[in-house]
């Protein structure tokens, strides 16, 4: 097995960077998913804040692309428009109003805005009012579900803006059972992962993978990956149907919840690579 495609999303919930190497840190890949837009808000005692947007209410978030720029930047466009584009630093100057930000059910936290240029660009590209932050290293989201890994808790494990943790796993192998059983096959991008595998020895073998080894870096598998609508919003035309999720849901439901791909924890720091092989160390009973 191996690694046949790597993943960062630099602004949850816009589009992918397919790159051919990336550096594993605790929270998640380096630049993945450190960027976010909110909506504003003022909290009961008067503070500034930000609602999480996603693909889930503003469907045309699909339409939007990122890609690594020059000078380390990242660029950002409508695919409808792109000569009209925004040019974000990676790691933006401490200058940025702070706001207090939610992920889900994880406890507040501090993020900053990052320019009132990005605010501008994206309230009028998306229609509504909305921040663009970002996630400095000084802001240490824990990962507070029942499921983090003993090997992983201390110090507390953290994770940036993705949904829950730092990393998603999906095979191929997964993704062509699925589409077997659909009229219309669908992409991998449905499924937003950081690390696509090749070669495992059936669909949905991730699913089994307790504790794998790429090279020298230790991964361990923490629950799997509950599918939401977002994977029914096609990416390239950013409207919703019913599939893949209908199709999922006859064969990959547990407990009224659709599975799909691995929620994955980090055991240290280094580089993976494209065509990385994939060492299971040890395995665990299926959730299916």
């Not at 499921?147 to 953290?158: C, E, G, I, L, T």
């Amino acid at each position: 097995m191996k690694i046949s495609q790597l993943l960062l999303y630099p602004v949850k919930s816009l589009g992918a960077i397919s790159v051919s190497e990336a550096v594993v840190e605790t929270r998640g890949f380096c630049h993945d998913r450190r960027f976010m837009l909110v909506q504003p808000v003022t909290d009961e005692n008067g503070l500034a804040g930000g609602l999480m947007m996603t693909q889930r209410e503003h469907t045309g978030m699909a339409l939007i692309d990122v890609a690594f720029g020059d000078t380390d930047t990242i660029r950002i466009w409508h695919r409808s428009t792109p000569d009209d584009g925004l040019t974000v630093p990676l790691t933006p100057a401490r200058t940025g109003e702070a706001l207090v930000v939610n992920v889900w059910d994880s406890a507040d936290f501090v993020a900053q805005t990052v320019s009132a240029e990005a605010d501008a660009w994206f309230s009028r590209v998306l229609q509504t009012p909305c921040h663009l932050v970002y996630m400095p290293d000084t802001t240490e989201r824990a990962i507070t579900s029942r499921y983090r890994q003993p090997d992983n808790q201390s110090p507390a494990p953290v994770v940036s803006f993705a949904d829950g943790f730092p990393y998603l796993t999906a095979s191929l192998e997964s993704l062509a059972e699925l589409n077997r059983r659909l009229d219309e096959p669908v992409e991998m991008n449905r499924f937003r992962p950081n690390i696509v595998i090749e070669g495992a020895n059936e669909p949905h073998d991730e699913d089994t993978w307790a504790h794998f080894r790429v090279g020298e870096l230790d991964f361990y598998s923490v629950k799997p990956c509950v599918r939401c609508v977002m994977t029914t919003i096609d990416p390239q035309t950013a409207q919703k149907g019913k599939e893949p999720l209908k199709t999922l849901a006859t064969y990959r439901r547990v407990d009224n919840k659709i599975l799909f791909g691995q929620n994955v924890m980090a055991g240290g720091e280094g580089v993976v690579r494209v065509g990385d092989r994939i060492e299971v160390l040890k395995r665990m009973e299926t959730w299916i």
